[in-house]
């Protein structure tokens, strides 16, 4: 694995004694290599509780907050990528333009199908919508839930786009409790 050029080991050591018990929650779907299982608990352990604890403590003070996870894979990439890296959403936000001479996003940019163009539409629209009213939300887009103290709500965008209560409700629990072991301050949920 090269997240952040650790190695699996690397990744899974901050875990020590619960790896066993925190592989069968996150394998509660289905089994995992241990590359998937390990660049599963660097998403999370990263990006994931990050965007989902800071919007628990938003809407805990009565703020808005919105959280998406960013899985679709442009159709020319599916067979050539197994995940979506961090930030693989700016392209989409931008709509690829001016991108042609970058070298992961210039092979996509001649083979944009009409898919990859609705979610490069829904995606500006979501953020041009948050960045002129603080809402994401508008006409013609999938409804993106508010996250709240009782209900995480998360904007998964792949395929079909649509909330998820309680995305990734499990794992996240193994993350966040390290946290409060860590640094004595439990996320709210």
Do not use: C
Request: glycine share 10%; hydrophobic share 40%; aromatic share 12%.
């Amino acid at each position: 694995m090269d997240s952040f050029h650790s190695t699996d080991d690397e990744i899974l050591k901050p875990f020590g004694d619960a790896v066993p018990n925190m592989r069968k929650v996150y394998e509660a779907d289905g089994s995992l290599t241990d590359d998937q299982f390990a660049r599963q608990v660097f998403s999370d352990s990263w990006f994931v509780s990050g965007a989902g604890g800071l919007a628990a403590f938003e809407s805990k003070v009565g703020e808005p907050a919105y959280v998406y996870r960013f899985a679709y894979i442009a159709d020319v990439q599916r067979s050539k990528v197994t995940g979506v890296s961090h930030g693989g959403e700016i392209a989409y936000v931008f709509g690829l333009t001016g991108l042609s001479k970058d070298p992961v996003i210039g092979g996509v940019v001649n083979f944009v199908s009409d898919k990859d163009k609705t979610i490069i539409a829904m995606m500006q629209n979501y953020w041009t919508n948050f960045a002129k009213t603080g809402n994401p939300n508008g006409p013609g887009l999938p409804e993106w839930n508010q996250t709240s103290p009782a209900t995480t709500k998360t904007l998964l965008v792949d395929d079909e786009t649509k909330t998820v209560p309680d995305f990734r409700k499990n794992q996240l629990a193994i993350i966040y409790a390290a946290w409060a072991e860590g640094t004595g301050v439990v996320v709210p949920n």
